[in-house]
């Protein structure tokens, strides 16, 4: 489903060139649960940025289905990014003057979907993230972890088959963390997570599988474990 093979990518600031990702290939599942780790530094959001098509690489080919990312019009970019992938940050980059409805409807309301689609789905929803209950909620009345399950909800609603995270239990306690991975673990039955993490226990906790980033950044290394 998400291919990737031989990717390079290279930044140049005042003169120095870094070489941010290194020669990666790999071959991602179509449902699954899976980390990226490696210190800070050695290109992981450079690497989500490329998946995200939110920037290309140097060199190297990225198969979605059965388009290389670079064959697509700016128009399919677009799509692509609309319906197919989902984002989770760390910050949560939740609307506070919005309800925690308001703000998880948003994409299918600037999409222009039905009141009756957008209710379907925004009430499974909530189910699956364990937010029933708090609909009518402001944002400044939750508590961090659940305005990480917010964010997750806003790029479920969409139903997407990716979703990608960065770093998204940065911000929370290991407590709160572990429900959030919980709730990725379940998603991840029907669909494609990739989530970055510094949070190597829970990685060898929940990942079906595992992409290691060497230390000294010289090479990328795909580990698989667990499964
Ligand atoms: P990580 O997410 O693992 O911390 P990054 O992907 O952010 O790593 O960065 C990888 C390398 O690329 C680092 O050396 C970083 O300084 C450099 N880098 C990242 N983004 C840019 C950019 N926009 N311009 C220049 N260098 C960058």
């Not at 677009?78 to 609307?95: D, H, K, P």
């Not at 308001?102 to 993230?129: A, C, H, M, T, W």
């Not at 009345?141 to 969409?158: D, N, P």
Request: glycine share 8%.
């Amino acid at each position: 489903m998400i291919r990737l093979i031989n990717i390079n990518k290279y930044y140049e600031t005042g003169g120095e060139k870094v070489h941010a990702v290194r020669n990666l290939s790999v071959d991602f599942p179509d449902t699954g649960l899976c980390f990226i780790l490696g210190p800070s530094g050695s290109g992981k959001s450079t690497l989500l940025n490329l998946l995200g098509g939110l920037d290309t690489p140097d060199s190297g080919e990225i198969w979605i289905e059965d388009r290389e990312i670079k064959s697509l019009s700016r128009k399919e970019r677009i799509n692509y990014l609309n319906s197919y992938l989902g984002f989770v940050f760390q910050e949560y980059n939740i609307l506070k003057d919005l309800s925690l409805k308001e703000n998880i409807i948003l994409p299918l309301q600037i999409q222009g979907y039905s009141r009756r689609e957008i209710n379907k789905r925004f009430n499974q929803i909530i189910e699956d993230v364990d937010l029933k209950g708090l609909e009518k909620r402001k944002v400044s009345q939750l508590s961090g972890g659940q305005k990480q399950r917010i964010a997750i909800a806003r790029s479920l609603i969409k139903e997407p088959s990716l979703i990608i995270a960065d770093e998204p239990t940065g911000n929370l306690d290991s407590e709160t963390g572990h429900n959030i991975f919980n709730i990725f673990k379940k998603l991840s039955k029907d669909r494609l997570v990739i989530i970055v993490t510094h949070d190597e226990e829970s990685a060898l906790e929940f990942a079906d599988m595992i992409i290691r980033i060497s230390p000294d950044g010289d090479s990328l290394q795909k580990v698989n474990e667990n499964e």
